[in-house]
């Protein structure tokens, strides 16, 4: 089993920043496919960004590519989501997800294990 811990969201200001972390405990992250998806309130949830397992590969949604980083430690069994230049319409839950494939790819879906979420919201 994994357990996935989002933290980092909160309120912050049109422009501003967040870093999201996505701590995994029981099987780890290592060599595994992590993605950051969102769920804004009535509309279906998205993939945001996603990395693979061995790190080497990235795939970003175009709407955050050039303000959006994700990256992982997998000593400390984390994942980060660096966002930058935050703009209104990135509110929404944020959500971590595992899932176990391959150490090169970088799946939009069918993610195994999900988190809890974390919050965002960015005024104008």
């Known amino acids: 089993q994994v357990r996935l811990v989002e933290s980092g969201g909160g309120l912050v200001q049109a422009g501003g920043s967040l870093r999201l972390s996505c701590a995994a405990s029981?099987?780890?992250?290592?060599?595994?496919?992590v993605g950051w998806f969102r769920q804004a309130p009535g509309k279906e949830r998205e993939f945001v960004a996603g990395v693979s397992g061995s790190g080497a590969h990235t795939d970003y949604v175009d709407s955050v590519k050039g303000r959006f980083t994700i990256s992982r430690d997998d000593v400390k069994n984390t994942v980060f989501l660096q966002m930058n230049s935050l703009k209104p319409e990135d509110t929404a839950i944020y959500y971590c997800?595992?899932?176990?494939?391959?150490?090169?790819?970088?799946?939009?879906?069918?993610?195994?294990?999900w988190g809890q979420g974390t919050q965002v919201t960015v005024s104008s």
């Open positions: 029981g099987r780890t992250f290592r060599s595994n496919a």
């Open positions: 997800a595992l899932r176990f494939i391959g150490i090169d790819y970088v799946p939009r879906r069918d993610y195994d294990y």
